[in-house]
Each structure stands twice: as C-alpha cells, then as structure tokens.
C-alpha cells in the first residue's frame, strides 16, 4: 500500500515563515512543549499543517505569514550577533529601529567586525541564504598588520587548513599599504566562524580591522553605522528567484520612508546617529 505524503508544510517552516522564529528555533520550541495545533501540544517537528490548522506558539496564535521581506543593515563594531548575550553585552536588536517587526539575521557578523548585515523576517530566506550552495560571494575590506606580498597571501588564495579545519579558496587582493598596516580586499563564497581573521593569524598577519562591504548583489554603498535600510520587493524576488505571492496568502508590507537618491531599489528604514563610544 502506498504512503501518500501529508497534506500541508512541516510546522517548523510554517513558523519560520510566519517570522515567529527562525526554522530551528522553531524545532526547540516544539521539542519544548510550547506549540500547538488544534488546542493539541506536540512534541515533534516531523507533521505537517494546513491553512486549517489552528496553531500557538507560547499562547499565541500564529498568524497569516507577512509578505518575504529583507533589510539591509550597517552593523557597527562591539555588538554581538545574536538575540540574548549570556555575557550582557549589546546585541544588534538593541540597536535596530523600534518600528523594524521581528527579523533574523542572515548569518553573523562578529563582536570586532562591521559592515553589511542582512535581515529578514523570513525563516526561508534565511535558510536559503546561508547555505553555501547559494554561492553569493561576500566581500570584506581587511586591516592587517604586517607587510604581506603575494607570496604570503598564496595559501589563502588556494584553500588552508586551520586546527583541522579547511577553509575554501578565497579571492584576496592588496589594495594598499598604509604604515605598518595593509588594507586587502578579501571574497569568501562560505564563511566559517571567524574564518578570516583565523586565516590571516594562521599566515602571520593580525587583523585590527574588518568590513563587509558586499552580500551577493547587495552592497554596503555609503550607508552609515546603524542605518537600516529594506529591498524593494521586486529586487528581492528578482534576486532571489521567489515567486509572486498570490493575493491573499500573506500580509502585506508595511512600507518605510523613500530611500536616499543613489539608493536605488531600497527603502530606508531609518537613519539613526549613535553617540561616539566613550573610552
């Protein structure tokens, strides 16, 4: 006899989707006892559900998923990339705009690094854009200290191995010397933890200093420390090979103010000055 798959999508990705939580995030949550479905706690990811399905996270019912949506976002140095910080230190969430409703991050930026973080309110996208079959390439500008030639940026160029870990090729350019600094243009087309800064002291040179300037096709540009600012619709689907969203099926967007001339194809969320770190 034939098993006929489920009707519907896994619940986890129905919660992602939603913007409640990323997709494993989602996984605890259910492994936790804090969703339901039909008045019912489960206990395990592997069911699907249906539009009919009535479904509560924490008490809450889950609403119609919001239109897929991406934010680009100037992380500055000394927040961390996550939620809660067992340490107390800032977290980009403490810096985000107020009217910004609840994002994810695609993939992290470190304590000490800078530069582009992207945001978005869907688990999907998320998912999607972390994997490394996505292949966007990602560029960062790197401060070293040291005098590096060719031949000491060579092995970065065909692929290291650090403390048992193999780091794919990256694309690695000199631009300048500057004192006993050099500035270098760094590609990566997956990123380990750390994994540039783990690679340079593997070579012999420290970064002091590192900026993602480019995710895939979207760029830093000349956005400021702790400005947000959203991807047109139609860029994001363009981009990232989504289908229109029939009528209906998702709420839609609030939209920001109107973007900055030069910007095109963006919606500035908000532009926030930040007060100079003391010490």
Same mark, same amino acid.
């Given at each position: ?8 999508? +896994?619940?986890a990705?129905?919660?992602?989707? &939603? ?13 936790? %006892? +804090? #969703?339901?479905?039909?008045?019912k #706690?489960?206990? +395990?990811? &592997? ?31 000394? !927040?961390v990339t ?9 977290t ?18 470190? !304590? ?18 972390? !994997? ?33 870990q193999?780091f ?27 994994e540039?800064? +783990? ?6 040179l ?12 979207f ?10 600012q959203?991807v ?6 363009d ?24 910007h095109? %194809?963006?919606?500035q ?11």
């Open positions: 006899m034939e098993n006929k798959t489920p009707p519907g999508e +896994r619940i990705k129905v919660i992602a989707r &939603a913007g409640r939580a990323s997709r494993r995030e989602a996984e605890r949550m259910i492994a936790e %006892g +804090r #969703v339901t479905v039909n008045g #706690v489960i206990d +395990r990811a &592997a069911m699907n559900v249906t539009d009919a399905d009535k479904v509560t996270v924490d008490g809450t019912p889950l609403e119609a998923p919001e239109a897929a949506r991406l934010w680009l976002y100037h992380k500055p140095t000394g !927040l996550t939620t809660r910080d067992e340490q107390g230190r800032p980009i969430y403490d810096d985000l705009p107020e009217d910004l409703p609840r994002v994810m991050s695609v993939g992290r930026l470190d !304590l000490n690094s800078e530069g582009l973080l992207l945001l978005t309110n869907d688990g999907a996208i998320k998912r999607k854009l972390e !994997l490394p079959s996505t292949g966007w390439l990602r560029k960062y500008r790197v401060r070293v200290n040291g005098r590096p030639t060719d031949e000491v940026l060579k092995p970065l160029r065909e692929g290291i191995e650090v403390d048992g193999k794919q090729p990256m694309q690695v350019s000199l631009d300048r010397q500057q004192g006993a600094n050099a500035w270098l243009t760094v590609g990566l087309r997956e990123g380990k933890n750390r540039i800064r +783990r690679a340079m002291t593997d070579i012999g420290t970064v002091n200093r590192l900026i993602r300037v480019s995710y895939g096709p760029q830093l540009g000349q956005m400021k420390p702790g400005e947000v959203e047109r619709r139609k860029i994001l689907r981009q990232l090979g989504l289908e229109p969203e029939p009528e209906g099926t998702a709420k839609p967007a609030k939209q920001g103010k109107p973007g900055k001339p030069g095109p %194809g963006k919606r969320v908000q532009r926030r000055r930040r007060e100079p770190r003391k010490g």
